[in-house]
């Protein structure tokens, strides 16, 4: 298992999409990884877009005061509610500097935004915030996944067996 050791943060808040929350974590979790899922309120049960749940362990502002190897951002609606949260842009703030391995799909794009670390950075999203991401100052990519150091962004659902392909290698590089 590649991964043994390394302890892993997904952020999580309603309408999260099921897929890039769980694909995810249950890949991490199979190459040894410990991965925890902080949301605004610590053991709430939050619901995907299409109805799948997931349960928090913690909240943004414990996560904020634990280390992690690295972070995971999922896409669906959940991204505009959990940016508004000055622990999580505190938190994708420090894990930039200390340059560990950050990942975002879809829609997560927008905590990176308000965490203002694009600037200068190559990455992908859904289509539909590119010229969010242009705004902030990143060169966007059509790609299934962009690897910039220790960011590592994808487009979709259908893009995951690249995007964690691609981020375990930061994550065991790391």
Same mark, same amino acid.
């Given at each position: ?5 390394? &302890?892993?943060?997904? @952020?999580? *808040?309603?309408? @999260? ?11 991490? #979790? !199979? !190459?040894?990884? $410990?991965? =925890? ?9 939050? /619901? ?13 502002? $414990? ?17 505009? &509610?959990?940016?508004? @949260?000055?622990?999580?842009? $505190? ?6 500097? $200390?340059q560990k391995p950050?990942?975002?799909?879809? *829609? ?7 965490? =203002? ?12 915030? &590119?010229? +969010?991401? /242009?705004?902030?100052?990143? !060169?966007?990519? =059509?790609?299934s996944v962009v ?7 994808? #487009?979709?659902?259908? +893009?995951?067996?690249?995007?964690? #392909? !691609? @981020? ?7």
């Open positions: 298992m590649r991964l043994t050791g390394k &302890k892993v943060l997904s @952020f999580i *808040h309603h309408d @999260f999409e099921d897929l890039e929350l769980w694909y995810p974590i249950l890949r991490l #979790r !199979e !190459e040894g990884a $410990q991965v =925890d899922i902080a949301g605004e309120e610590s053991g709430v049960e939050y /619901i995907g877009k299409y109805g799948v749940p997931a349960t928090s362990d913690l909240t943004y502002a $414990q996560a904020l005061g634990n280390e992690y190897d690295a972070v995971l951002v999922p896409g669906g609606w959940a991204p505009d &509610k959990i940016r508004r @949260f000055p622990d999580v842009l $505190q938190l994708v703030r420090r894990m930039d500097e $200390q950050i990942g975002q799909i879809c *829609h997560a794009g927008w905590v990176l935004i308000s965490a =203002d670390i694009l600037t200068g950075r190559k990455v992908t999203s859904t289509p539909g915030i &590119k010229d +969010d991401m /242009i705004n902030a100052g990143a !060169e966007w990519f =059509d790609e690897v910039d150091g220790h960011l590592v962004s994808s #487009r979709r659902p259908p +893009d995951l067996p690249d995007y964690l #392909r !691609e @981020f375990i290698k930061v994550l065991e590089n790391s």
